[in-house]
């Protein structure tokens, strides 16, 4: 998983620029409306990140309840509240 920095980075350099710094900083002098477009886009890819990342964790602690569940293991109910708790979600 990508942190905040390492996705801003990335997405300078693919814009051929060195850094997210050099970035911002080529934008202010020129293209303004660029920053924009660049913010939209790492707001994006940070949340599919962290999306990814907190699917992955509630994955791991998530818990089935043999009340709910018979003997068939083809179909296994986990229970939804392990995967949605709050404390599942990773911000990078």
């Known amino acids: 998983m990508k942190r905040l920095e390492e996705i ?30 660049a913010y939209e886009n790492i707001i994006i890819r940070y949340a599919s990140e962290c999306v990814k990342a907190s699917l992955e964790k509630a994955s791991e602690v998530a818990y089935c309840d043999d009340d709910l569940n018979d003997k068939d293991e083809s179909e296994i109910m986990v229970v939804k509240e392990s995967i949605t708790n709050p404390e599942n979600i990773v911000l990078l």
Do not use: P, Q, R, V
Request: net charge negative.
């Open 8 to 37: 801003k980075n990335e997405y300078a350099k693919e814009l051929e620029l060195s850094n997210w710094d050099d970035m911002i900083e080529y934008f202010l002098t020129g293209d303004i409306n660029g920053i924009f477009y």
